[in-house]
């Protein structure tokens, strides 16, 4: 059976650096999600997103292709993260995603126990200067941005909350990348082998 391994975690607890490194290691094909924000530096249409405008994504949500959507209020602006039909076709292959708690329940909701989440935690104060340490490295850091998603996931990922969504396998971000790659690509052989 194919799976559609998802990585989910709170704001700059390492899924991206993760997500990359499954991708180039593991024969799993990727799931990019759509945004209406704009693209930021070093990234690449198709490659972590698809960038739409709001006009695309109204489209493609009355014409049923939508699966599941976020808006987030920021400081820029409403954004908007989706997954379309078109993002996964679990037919060629399991697939690797990576978006919210929220995504992952919708997700899941769709595709049943062919969805695995994979939950990376970080200590918060580490997680907090992480993201401040990469925020500074952009052209025009966006501080209050980052404020307002360090914020809002210690509602998103409340312990009630990931207890509702079944989540039960965590893996730590807390020391070096390599051990949780490790550890995270160990677990996804498994489940591989055993389908």
């Known amino acids: 059976m194919n799976r559609i391994f998802y990585i989910i975690g709170k704001s700059s607890s390492g899924k991206d650096s993760v997500y990359k490194r499954l991708l180039s290691e593991l ?3 990727p799931i990019v ?10 990234e690449q249409e198709g ?9 695309c994504f109204e ?14 209020n920021t400081v820029h602006g409403e954004w908007i993260y989706f997954t379309a039909r078109n ?3 679990i037919k060629r292959g399991s697939c690797l995603g990576i978006g919210t708690l929220e995504s992952y329940v919708k997700i899941r909701e769709n ?9 990376i935690e970080v200590e918060d104060g580490l997680r907090l200067s992480r993201a ?3 925020e500074r490295l952009e052209a025009m850091p966006k501080y209050a941005e980052l404020c307002r998603r360090f914020l809002a996931d210690s509602e998103d990922f409340s312990e009630e909350n990931i207890k509702s969504a079944g989540i039960e396998k965590r893996f730590s971000n807390d020391g070096a990348m390599e ?12 489940i591989l082998a055993k389908s």
Request: proline residues 3%; hydrophobic residues 30%.
């Open 111 to 119: 595709f049943g126990s062919a969805v695995v989440p994979i939950y």
């Open 87 to 89: 993002s996964i076709d």
């Open 179 to 190: 051990d949780c790659i490790s550890e995270i690509t160990e677990y996804i052989n498994e």
């Open 59 to 72: 489209k493609m949500k009355s014409s049923g292709d939508v699966i599941e959507e976020r808006k987030y």
């Open 33 to 42: 999600l759509y945004t209406t924000r704009p693209m930021r530096e070093n």
């Open 27 to 29: 024969k799993l094909t």
């Open 132 to 134: 401040l340490e990469r």
């Open 47 to 55: 490659r972590e997103y698809h960038f739409v405008s709001r006009d």
